[in-house]
T-cell receptor
C-alpha cells in the first residue's frame, strides 16, 4: 500500500522564484499536515487540513506561503516569492483523523539560492 | 520559543547497551507525548507514545517514561542495535488541540 507521496524530492531554485510542493496523502486519510524541518527549529507545523478544510495555519511563516487542498487526494504548498531562508526539508503527513498517528512522506528538500 | 526541547543533539552508544534519549517540555497543557524515528532521506515514522495518565509505556525494546512534575520524558532502548541509528524526535500535543509540537531531534549512533 502506497504511503504519503511527495514531489519533487529535491528542488533547487533562485531567490524570487515561485516554488510549488505537492503531496498525495494515504487514501482514506482525512487529515493532512505540512511541516518544515530546519536544524535550528526542528519540525515545525505549518498548516493542517481536516476533510480538505484548513483548520490551523498559524504556523505559516508569512504571506509568501500558501497551501491548498482541492480534494482528498492532493495538496500543494506554494512559496512565492521564495527566499534563501526558506531552504529546508518540507514534509507532508496524513492521518485517519486529526488525533490519530501521522504518517509522513519522504519530504522535499528545498534549496533557494 | 521551543515548547519541546531535546537538549542533546547527538548520542553515541555501543551495541547491546542502553540508549536514553531525553526530552523536556514547558507547556503544562500537554497531555499526549510521542517519539518518532527518522532515517536519512525518509520521513519520520511513529515509534511509541504515552498519555499523561501513565508514567510508563513499553513496546519491545522501547520504553517511554513520563515525569509530569518535572515535565520530562525519556525514551529507553534496550538493547541498542546498529539499526537504531537514526534521528529521534520527541513530540507533544495539548488537550483540545490537534497539533503536534516537535523537538529539534537527537541523532543516535549505535556502534558495534
Amino acid at each position: 500500500d502506497a504511503g504519503v507521496i511527495q514531489s519533487p524530492r529535491h528542488e533547487v531554485t533562485e531567490m524570487g522564484q515561485e516554488v510549488t510542493l505537492r503531496c498525495k496523502p494515504i487514501s482514506g486519510h482525512n487529515s493532512l499536515f505540512w511541516y518544515r524541518q530546519t536544524m535550528m527549529r526542528g519540525l515545525e507545523l505549518l498548516i493542517y487540513f481536516n476533510n480538505n478544510v484548513p483548520i490551523d495555519d498559524s504556523g505559516m511563516p508569512e504571506d509568501r506561503f500558501s497551501a491548498k487542498m482541492p480534494n482528498a487526494s492532493f495538496s500543494t504548498l506554494k512559496i512565492q516569492p521564495s527566499e534563501p531562508r526558506d531552504s529546508a526539508v518540507y514534509f507532508c503527513a496524513s492521518s485517519l483523523g486529526h488525533t490519530d498517528t501521522q504518517y509522513f512522506g519522504p519530504g522535499t528538500r528545498l534549496t533557494v539560492l | 520559543d521551543q515548547q519541546v526541547k531535546q537538549n542533546s543533539p547527538s548520542l553515541s552508544v555501543q551495541e547491546g547497551r542502553i540508549s536514553i534519549l531525553n526530552c523536556d517540555y514547558t507547556n503544562s497543557m500537554f497531555d499526549y507525548f510521542l517519539w518518532y524515528k527518522k532515517y536519512p532521506a525518509e520521513g519520520p515514522t511513529f515509534l511509541i507514545s504515552i498519555s499523561s495518565i501513565k508514567d510508563k509505556n513499553e513496546d519491545g525494546r522501547f520504553t517511554v517514561f513520563l515525569n509530569k512534575s518535572a515535565k520530562h520524558l525519556s525514551l529507553h532502548i534496550v538493547p541498542s542495535q546498529p539499526g537504531d541509528s537514526a534521528v529521534y524526535f520527541c513530540a507533544a500535543s495539548a488537550i483540545g488541540t490537534d497539533k503536534l509540537i516537535f523537538g529539534t531531534g537527537t541523532r543516535l549512533q549505535v556502534f558495534p
